[in-house]
């Protein structure tokens, strides 16, 4: 990544902490080589992901600019790079590098998806293209590619008030499930997740009175990890894909899973996107065709970027529903 004399506004993390670490800082504009694009940034979409980078959890160089997706223009392009043209409204992967929490980014030009030029459904604007990178393109890919869905399977997806719970569900039958059911750690996000394509919603403690089911998706981790497991049907796949909860790991004896024909897989976006960059951006423009039809509803509230503090703590709460999207300069 070179970098020109311009300046530009970023929350960065200059250390490992809570919440209250991450600072408003200038910082220099960035230039795209070759193969990537330079994105004017309108939104950048808030992650539990950018909360493990400010916690230490992942090993990221200090001072570091967060920020996993992101919706805005393009500003400029790289050598090499096709299909794309400054000024064209995008939204775009920054999960691989980071970096979205400022006023320009880059990424790859594999990992955007052009806003224009999407037929005739409603459409999407730059604020809610924001919240669909990261989530959207990894239900499509998780369900699609690592669980491998089959038409009229059952699915069960644990935190499906969450971001990615809320589009795990849509997708679910988009691709064709058929019974989905999803669970919520209180009463009050119930009705909220309704909202967001399951069949039904339930208790997390009641999952066990919900059937077996041939695909079950846990963020969650922890007893729901090892109830989940238990929940599959013969030839069933357990894809888990994060560790809310904080819990210690579990482990899952592989005699067992050879025994009853069960399945474990883990899916991580970033590690994904950097090994398979083309087919990660065609699930993001696949979800992003999807929402601009009116058939993936995203639940979006916006906060500006100089209350990214606010923002993480209320992810870090677990009390959010939906997505929370940081306003970066929209236009």
Avoid: C
């Avoid at 230039?31 to 959890?57: H, K, M, S, T």
């Avoid at 939204?91 to 955007?112: F, H, K, P, R």
């Avoid at 087919?279 to 509803?297: F, N, Q």
């Amino acid at each position: 990544m070179n970098s020109s004399s311009a300046q530009m506004k970023a929350v960065t993390i200059p250390e490992f902490g809570e919440a209250d670490v991450l600072r408003v800082a200038t910082v220099p504009v960035p230039e795209p080589g070759p193969g990537q694009v330079a994105i004017d940034v309108a939104y950048a979409g808030a992650n539990f992901a950018e909360i493990l980078y400010r916690r230490g959890v992942v090993d990221v160089p200090l001072p570091f600019v967060p920020g996993i997706e992101v919706a805005g223009r393009i500003r400029a392009v790289g050598e090499g790079v096709e299909g794309l043209r400054v000024g064209q409204p995008v939204a775009a992967l920054t999960i691989v590098d980071s970096g979205g929490y400022a006023e320009v980014v880059l990424t790859s030009a594999s990992l955007v998806a052009p806003l224009d030029g999407l037929g005739s459904g409603p459409g999407v604007g730059l604020g809610v293209a924001a919240a669909l990178p990261s989530n959207s393109t990894a239900a499509f890919l998780v369900l699609d590619r690592v669980a491998r869905i089959e038409p009229g399977e059952s699915v069960l997806v644990h935190a499906a008030g969450g971001g990615v719970g809320s589009q795990l569900g849509q997708a679910a039958h988009l691709l064709g499930a058929g019974r989905v059911v999803g669970t919520v750690g209180s009463e009050a996000k119930i009705d909220i997740a309704k909202g967001f394509g399951y069949d039904e919603v339930i208790l997390r403690e009641q999952a066990a009175e919900a059937g077996e089911f041939d695909v079950v998706v846990d963020m969650v981790g922890g007893p729901t990890r090892r109830a989940s497991l238990d929940l599959l049907s013969p030839m069933g796949r357990l894809v888990v894909m994060g560790n809310a909860s904080g819990a210690e790991d579990v482990g899952i004896p592989a005699n067992e899973l050879w025994f009853t024909n069960k399945t474990v897989s883990g899916f991580n976006l970033a590690a994904f996107s950097a090994a398979f960059p083309e087919e990660t951006g065609k699930a993001l423009r696949r979800a992003v065709a999807a929402a601009a039809a009116g058939e993936l509803r995203v639940q979006v509230e916006t906060l500006p970027l100089d209350q990214a503090v606010e923002a993480h703590r209320r992810i870090e709460s677990g009390t959010t529903t939906g997505k929370l999207v940081l306003e970066v300069a929209a236009s």
